[in-house]
T-cell receptor, first 115, second 116 residues
Framework: ETGVTQTPRHLVMGMTNKKSLKCEQHLGHNAMYWYKQSAKKPLELMFVYNFKEQTENNSVPSRFSPECPNSSHLFLHLHTLQPEDSALYLC??????????????FGSGTRLTVV | AQKITQTQPGMFVQEKEAVTLDCTYDTSDPSYGLFWYKQPSSGEMIFLIYQGSYDQQNATEGRYSLNFQKARKSANLVISASQLGDSAMYFCAMREGSGTASKLTFGTGTRLQVTL
């Protein structure tokens, strides 16, 4: 497989459920990201991992819990979500450099519906 | 203040015609990068084109070109010879500075519909 792979593609969960989103990158990148995309809003950066260390948490509620066991895998653990958490969750990776601006490579996203 | 502004929520273009999608940005950092992404209904964000703040020439990638006007802080995407498969959301994005402290910030997007 190549690029950034996200599973599952679609997820419907109740507010009391616990589920996890998975992201895997096959590009040898050293940074990974979670973004949330809600209707009619810009993409919101949720978490950033550089070399497996979390470097940014943009005031995300604790019902979202990220995990990065190695530089190729990123998880987003979900529990007791609210209906307003329904959105497309996008994972991305990049090769970070001190001297150059790189763009991100994105996965296809997980479309989450909280009922 | 918004870092990236896309003022066109939706655009229509006829097949084989050219279309320009607008993007303006706000930064005081002399070093930055500008990106355009395409998002079809499948959800994946597909990288299209990149322009660095120090690049002298406008970036081009096949049918995509970036009209970079630094003084006006605009980075419009031009799609030539539109195809039905170009129908999608298009996002302009920016990274300021370099290194791990800078992040990719997106605009609200423009939905492009290509018609016969």
């Amino acid at each position: 497989e190549t690029g950034v792979t996200q599973t599952p593609r679609h997820l419907v969960m109740g507010m009391t459920n616990k589920k996890s989103l998975k992201c895997e990158q096959h590009l040898g990148h050293n940074a990974m990201y979670w973004y949330k995309q809600s209707a009619k809003k810009p993409l919101e950066l949720m978490f950033v991992y550089n070399f497996k260390e979390q470097t940014e948490n943009n005031s995300v509620p604790s019902r979202f819990s990220p995990e990065c066991p190695n530089s190729s895998h990123l998880f987003l653990h979900l529990h007791t979500l609210q209906p307003e958490d329904s959105a497309l969750y996008l994972c991305a990776s990049s090769q970070e450099s001190r001297f150059f601006n790189y763009g991100y490579t994105f996965g296809s996203g997980t479309r989450l519906t909280v009922v | 203040a918004q870092k990236i502004t896309q003022t066109q929520p939706g655009m229509f273009v006829q097949e084989k015609e050219a279309v320009t999608l607008d993007c303006t940005y706000d930064t005081s950092d002399p070093s930055y990068g500008l990106f355009w992404y395409k998002q079809p209904s499948s959800g994946e964000m597909i990288f299209l084109i990149y322009q660095g703040s120090y690049d002298q020439q406008n970036a081009t990638e096949g049918r995509y070109s970036l009209n970079f006007q630094k003084a006006r802080k605009s980075a419009n995407l031009v799609i030539s010879a539109s195809q039905l498969g170009d129908s999608a959301m298009y996002f302009c994005a920016m990274r300021e500075g370099s290194g791990t402290a800078s992040k990719l910030t997106f605009g609200t997007g423009t939905r492009l519909q290509v018609t016969l």
